[in-house]
């Protein structure tokens, strides 16, 4: 989860091969929950 206009942890997360999922709230504030797509266990 990361805040919006938290451009470095967007950033670091677009690096690491997360997408943004969908929008939420944590604690009163606005966030965007990002995910990782991995390839199912055979």
Known sequence: M???G???S???AER???T???EGTL???PVTVHS???PAAA
Request: proline share 10%; charged share 25%.
């Open 2 to 4: 990361i805040r919006p």
């Open 6 to 8: 938290n451009t470095a």
């Open 10 to 12: 967007v950033r670091v």
């Open 16 to 18: 690491l091969g997360f």
């Open 20 to 22: 943004p999922l969908r």
């Open 27 to 29: 604690f009163g504030g």
């Open 36 to 38: 990782l797509d991995r």
